[in-house]
């Protein structure tokens, strides 16, 4: 079964920069979605961005203009650039293998998670 593992989490400052990494062990083409997932203490986890295998992205609200996210279909890997992050980007951060629909993804496979704390 395909593993998922994040890196590139840590703390920086409120307008600071992180790219989050997440690797895959093997062909990640089976899953027709893959996205970022986000936990703060005290609340749900909720879905940051999303990117099908080829092209379109969904991007929650809350980081449209900020978040980027991007996938390297060759090395398996998925990305999430982090600019101009606030306090409020704080959390737990997980990467997901899935299923359609792009904008409400059905999780199948989670990796670990990476910490971001952004300090005020």
């Known amino acids: 079964q395909v593993q998922l593992v994040e890196s590139g989490g840590g703390l920086v400052q409120t307008g600071g920069s992180l790219r989050l990494s997440c690797a895959a062990s093997g062909s990640i083409f089976s899953f027709d979605v893959m996205g970022w997932y986000r936990q703060a203490p005290g609340k749900e986890r909720e879905l940051v961005a999303a990117?099908?295998?080829?092209?379109?992205?969904y991007y929650a609200d809350s980081v449209k203009g900020r978040f980027t996210i991007s996938r390297d279909n060759t090395n398996y890997t998925l990305y999430l650039q982090m600019n101009s992050l606030k306090p409020e980007d704080t959390a737990m951060y997980y990467c997901a293998a899935g299923l359609e629909p792009i904008q409400a993804p059905i999780p199948r496979i989670w990796g670990q998670g990476t910490q971001v704390t952004v300090s005020s």
């Open positions: 990117s099908r295998t080829w092209g379109s992205r």
